[in-house]
């Protein structure tokens, strides 16, 4: 009987790697939330303030992001986790879903609120500060995009990002509409449809996040292949309790037992099985009984 373990900590936790990308944007995003939040109180308007509002959601999540990278790469003290913090950064991805969809409900509501209702808009401020505002989130994405492919963490603050990026655009779009056609209900049909924009992003997010917390398969990893690659290796008889899913962004985990035509191939199905799944499934922490055919007292779980 053997174990296998293939350590992928070693080059470094993808969220540690990128977080001066989460600490820069979060003092750009922070110095212009403040700017945004004044004029939209001044101009009075809805499409600038729901812009604010995702501009605070996206201090929050790039905070949320920095504590998260913090903790996940801190050391266990207490010997009780094993497996480390690294979810930590999951859940601060799925708290960013849950502050998009709380920014798209009320800007939909104060929305709703206002339809029918003659509104005194301000048309400079919003055109001013949105493209401002365009300008940082820009600058922000651009920071985030290196890292997005790699951290869940880092996806969900480019993510907000994005979300707050369209959000800008829109107030810009407004202010243009509303000084052209001198009707304020642009400033709420803008606000309306960014929010449902956002809406969307934090729903497709959230499906990313709780894949990760339900420990399914990694995204575009076949578990047929893998399994049939395992049970194609030179010796092995049988593969099953094959289970794989990702622990944080990156680390993608798998358990298995194999079943061995005769003990003196043990070791090279265990070194040929670690091989295959780290090379060609990109998991690199994986825990592997070999069992002799002969003798196994191996008796599979029944869930």
Known sequence: MGAGHGHGHAHGHAGGRHRWRLAAAFVLVLAFFVVELVAGLVSGSLALLSDAGHMAADVVALGAALTATHVATRPDTTGRRTFGSYRAEVLASGFVVLLMLGVAAYV??????????????????????????????????????GGAGESLNVRAAYQEVVADAAGSVGVIAAGVLVATTGDSWWDTVVALAVGAFVAVRAVLLGRQVLAVLAQHAPAGLDVDEVARGLAAIDGVDDVHDLHVWTLTSGMNVATAHLVASRPE???????????????????????????????????????
């Not at 003659?118 to 365009?134: C, E, F, K, R, W």
């Open 108 to 145: 939909v509501v104060e929305a709703v609120g206002r339809i029918g209702e003659s509104a005194d808009v301000q048309v400079a401020p919003m055109i001013v500060v949105g493209g401002l505002g365009l300008a940082v989130n820009v600058v922000s994405m651009l920071l985030l995009a």
């Open 265 to 303: 191939q043990l070791a090279a199905v265990l070194d040929d099985a670690r091989t295959l799944l780290r090379e060609e499934h990109d998991v690199e922490h994986a825990t592997l009984q070999v069992e002799p055919r002969e003798g196994t007292a191996c008796r599979e779980t029944g869930w």
